[in-house]
């Protein structure tokens, strides 16, 4: 794997103005494993109550259903469970959210095969103040991989719309 997101690297790195249409085969089971193990031993549960150690057990059975429905584009993540925890040096408490534990390993290996690539552009300065500067309805970003010609929330200029 690790050989493939080179390859990735390598591409991003010589031309900043590639767009990669397709992703999404870069995302594995084995990716998906990984992100699993590094989570943390005791990691919190999200509304399924499924733990790391029954979410390593298991997934061979909803580690090919969320890769199948992420590369359909039809992955909808599931709900997030809310939390009261207290703020620090006072008694008033703050909701947050915790996704499931498949959720989060799904995240991890996405966010692996987008930091691949744009991990080259902050090397090479794309993100410099220059590169900063953008027309109206210019998407600020010269990358684009995503399901957006399939999702009726993506309006034509490619950022989610607010409804």
């Known amino acids: 794997m690790a050989t493939e997101l080179e390859r990735i690297a390598a591409k991003a790195r010589l031309d900043a103005s590639l767009r990669f249409t397709s992703l999404a085969h870069h ?4 990716l998906l494993r990984k ?10 549960s ?12 298991t997934i061979g059975e909803w580690g090919p259903e969320i890769l ?3 590369h359909r584009c039809g992955y909808k993540a599931p709900a997030v469970r809310r939390v009261q925890i207290p703020k620090p040096g006072k008694s008033e408490k703050r909701p947050i959210g915790i996704p499931t534990v498949s959720d989060r390993a799904l995240q991890g290996a996405v966010s692996e095969v987008l930091s691949t690539i744009y991990e080259q552009d ?3 300065g794309f993100f410099s103040p220059a590169h900063m500067v953008v027309a109206p ?8 991989a995503s399901c957006s010609t399939r999702s009726p ?8 719309s607010a409804t």
């Open 153 to 160: 929330a993506v309006k034509s200029t490619g950022y989610l």
């Open 46 to 57: 999200g509304v399924d109550q499924q733990t790391k150690v029954e979410a390593k057990a």
């Open 137 to 144: 309805n210019e998407v600020p970003t010269k990358r684009s």
């Open 68 to 70: 199948d429905a992420m």
């Open 27 to 30: 995302i594995t089971p084995q």
């Open 122 to 124: 902050l090397r090479t």
């Open 35 to 44: 992100h699993l193990d590094k989570m943390h031993g005791n990691t919190a």
